[in-house]
């Protein structure tokens, strides 16, 4: 088993950045997938990047050249975010998959809660 903690959330105003952090602990996964996911009311959970054991990365369209991922040796999955904009207002989820064949595009678009380790979530809010 694993878990994941994540913390750096916060409000800023359009166009502020923030990090998120999420610490992972517990079994070690040889192959994996780790991303980070958001989700606002009434909407379902999205991913927004993701990162693989080979070293591929994968990000939404609409936060492609804002957003970076990373993960360092000590095991903790960043998410830098810069020229924040209001429709990135919203929870974000850590999770971590060490069940994913490696095709990180594919694993962003269908990772779901029923799979792999979940963190409880840290709220972003974005105004304008």
């Known amino acids: 088993a694993a878990q994941l903690v994540e913390s750096g959330g916060g409000s800023v105003q359009t166009g502020g950045s923030l990090t998120l952090s999420c610490r992972v602990s517990?079994?070690?996964?040889?192959?994996?997938?780790m991303g980070w996911f958001r989700q606002v009311p009434g909407q379902e959970r999205e991913g927004v990047a993701a990162l693989s054991s080979d070293g591929s990365t994968e990000y939404r369209d609409s936060v492609k050249g804002r957003f970076t991922i990373s993960l360092n040796n000590e095991k903790t999955i960043y998410l830098q975010m810069n020229n924040l904009k209001p429709d990135d207002t919203g929870a974000y989820y850590c999770?971590?998959?060490?069940?994913?064949?490696?095709?990180?595009?594919?694993?962003?678009?269908?990772?779901?809660?029923?799979?792999?380790?979940w963190g409880q979530g840290t709220q972003v809010n974005v105004s304008a």
């Open positions: 517990g079994d070690e996964f040889k192959n994996y997938c």
């Open positions: 999770t971590a998959d060490p069940r994913c064949s490696g095709d990180v595009r594919t694993w962003l678009l269908l990772h779901r809660i029923q799979h792999g380790y």
